[in-house]
Every structure is written in structure tokens, then in C-alpha cells.
DNA sequence: AGTACTATGGTTAGTAT
DNA sequence: AATACTAACCATAGTAC
């Protein structure tokens, strides 16, 4: 072997908590956003779905994801009904898929 | 070894492009619509912020992930200043965080 | 329409640039 | 704030239920 030495430790397991350490978190951030948009974006193209995301970075930018391009597509067709609260925004779900499928944190 | 003989050849490589087996089709979204959403989960947690995703599923029924849970807290905010188009879309991307991030497919 | 199985393909922590 | 690196951790294709 050339360098018998490892370069790296590679990918270490974490737990699934908030990085409190900033530039760690910042790298984070990129890397997972990144990876949760390719994600996404596979998902248009494999299964030919729509969707869209918001995501509010830690430095208070918000990042999005639309296919359609234009994130409005799927988005603006939510914004009269989700006036009313959760309430309307049900209805609204039901009106625009049939069953609604819901998956919260 | 009880059964030398592989149960399954395992996860293969693939081509990014639309299944059209529709079977396939089904079980492939189910799983990556979750591994979506356990992604942004996970982005929730580890950087602290907001994300919201919509999906239209292949059957057209519109599945949700949100943290806040509300999914109305991150994107309601966007439904006044949506209306008027992507110009004004993006005039309420820098309202609403500053400098603007777009990815979009 | 969702879950179980499992070997393999793919993502990413920690660090440096 | 984003990218390069590498080893280790994790997601998932194909199939059956």
C-alpha cells in the first residue's frame, strides 16, 4: 500500500439531534439540502409526480424545489384556500387530490 | 451456511427516468416519497429549520410533510404575495428571507 | 397501496480547502 | 457558504406477501 494510513475516518453514525456547533451545522445544511432536493428531484422523474419544497435555511434564506420550475405551480393552487386555517386547508387537500395522505412532524 | 443460495440479487442500479411498469411504479413512490420525507425530517432535527414539501401522488392524491407541522406555518405566508406571479414570487422570497436561493429542476 | 427481505448502490460525517 | 475527500453508514431495486 502506498499510504497504509487512513485519510479519513469516513462517514461517522450520529444521532438525529441539532448540531450546536455552527460551521458543522453548515456544512450539514448544504450537504442535506442538497441531497434532499436530488432526492426530490428523482422522484419527479421516476415516478413523473409533481412536487414541491420550502426550506428556511439556519442563515434565514429561504431554498426551494419545484418541479413544475415554477414552485407557484403546485403552490399558488393552495393559497385561496389555506386562508382559513387548518380547517380550509384540509378542504382544500381533499379538493385538490381526492384522499388526503397526510405526513407530519 | 442453511441456504447458500441468494434471496434476493439486491438493490441494482438504475436509470433516473420514469418506470412505466406501473406496479413498480406504486411500490418505488411509496418508498421514495418516505425516504423524502424521512429526509426532511431529519433536516428539521439536525439544522433546526423549516421545511415543507408537497407531493401529488401517481393516483393524484396529494401527500403533505411540514415542520412546523402546520404546513400552513411556513407556506401561508407566501400565499399573499404569490398571487401576482414569479415576479412577485420572488419579491416575496427576499421579503420573506433576505437574499434568495432558488433550486429549481 | 403498503411492508418485508437483503445485497448492493448511494449518501454523508468530519475535516480541509 | 460551498466543494473535495474517503470510509462507513444508510437507502432501496426487485420480488413476494
Redesign the interface.
Known amino acids: 500500500m502506498e499510504n497504509p494510513k487512513k485519510k479519513t475516518l469516513g462517514r461517522r453514525k450520529?444521532e438525529?439531534?441539532?448540531?450546536e456547533k455552527k460551521s458543522s451545522?453548515q456544512v450539514?445544511?448544504t450537504k442535506?439540502?442538497g441531497?434532499?432536493?436530488r432526492?426530490?428531484?428523482?422522484?419527479?422523474?421516476?415516478?413523473?409526480?409533481?412536487?414541491?419544497?420550502?426550506?428556511?435555511?439556519?442563515a434565514?434564506?429561504?431554498?426551494?424545489?419545484?418541479?413544475p420550475?415554477?414552485?407557484?405551480a403546485?403552490?399558488?393552487r393552495?393559497?385561496?384556500k389555506?386562508?382559513g386555517?387548518?380547517e380550509q386547508?384540509l378542504k382544500f387537500?381533499e379538493d385538490?387530490?381526492?384522499?388526503?395522505?397526510?405526513?407530519?412532524?
Chains 1, 2 share one sequence.
Open positions: 450520529i438525529i439531534k441539532k448540531i451545522l450539514a445544511f442535506r439540502r441531497g434532499l432536493f432526492k426530490a428531484s428523482e422522484l419527479t422523474v421516476v415516478c413523473g409526480v409533481e412536487v414541491a419544497i420550502l426550506v428556511k435555511s439556519p434565514d434564506k429561504l431554498h426551494s424545489f419545484g418541479h420550475p415554477d414552485v407557484e403546485l403552490i399558488s393552495a393559497e385561496e389555506i386562508v386555517g387548518m386547508y387537500l385538490f387530490g381526492g384522499k388526503v395522505e397526510e405526513n407530519l412532524r
